[in-house]
């Protein structure tokens, strides 16, 4: 089982001298964050940061980044869920098992709820193809 949550960040770099300034302070870049085994602890990470396949809470976001990267980030973006077949069906199978912590009727409703369609299943090397909160 693998899966990895895909953000932006945004990234303002300070040089630590007074005399030295950057012309392009900030830089964008890809960050992949592991998503843990469905089911044990942090596996609610996307219902906790997620809605609608965004980031729910910006200021939350940014900070959670500044302190993994150690670094000021300025903006995340979420892009996506990556996700092999198993770990995307362990996942259908806690949700469904608490449809309630989601306050939703089915598998599908919770996963659109909180991914929008931004859940990709890697199907082989640089293919996929879009979930669209199928469940």
């Given at each position: 089982?693998d899966?990895?949550?895909a953000?932006?960040?945004?990234?303002?770099l300070?040089?630590?001298?007074?005399?030295?300034?950057?012309?392009?302070?900030?830089?964008?870049?890809?960050c992949?964050?592991?998503a843990v085994?469905p089911?044990?602890?942090?596996w609610?990470?996307?219902r906790d940061t997620?809605?609608?396949?965004?980031?729910?809470?910006?200021d939350?976001?940014r900070?959670?980044f500044?302190?993994?990267l150690?670094m000021?980030?300025?903006?995340?973006d979420?892009?996506g869920?990556h996700?092999?077949?198993?770990y995307?069906e362990?996942?259908?199978?806690e949700?469904d098992?608490s449809l309630e912590?989601f306050?939703?009727?089915?598998?599908?409703?919770?996963?659109?709820?909180?991914?929008?369609s931004?859940?990709?299943v890697?199907v082989?090397?640089?293919?996929?193809?879009?979930e669209?909160?199928?469940?």
């Amino acid at each position: 089982m693998d899966a990895h949550y895909a953000f932006g960040v945004r990234i303002r770099l300070e040089p630590e001298a007074d005399d030295v300034v950057l012309e392009s302070p900030t830089v964008e870049r890809r960050c992949l964050l592991e998503a843990v085994r469905p089911g044990t602890d942090g596996w609610l990470f996307f219902r906790d940061t997620l809605w609608r396949g965004e980031v729910a809470d910006q200021d939350h976001a940014r900070r959670l980044f500044t302190e993994k990267l150690g670094m000021n980030v300025e903006a995340v973006d979420f892009r996506g869920l990556h996700t092999d077949e198993a770990y995307l069906e362990a996942l259908k199978a806690e949700i469904d098992d608490s449809l309630e912590t989601f306050k939703a009727d089915s598998v599908t409703e919770a996963i659109s709820k909180y991914f929008g369609s931004s859940l990709v299943v890697d199907v082989g090397e640089g293919e996929g193809e879009s979930e669209g909160g199928e469940g």
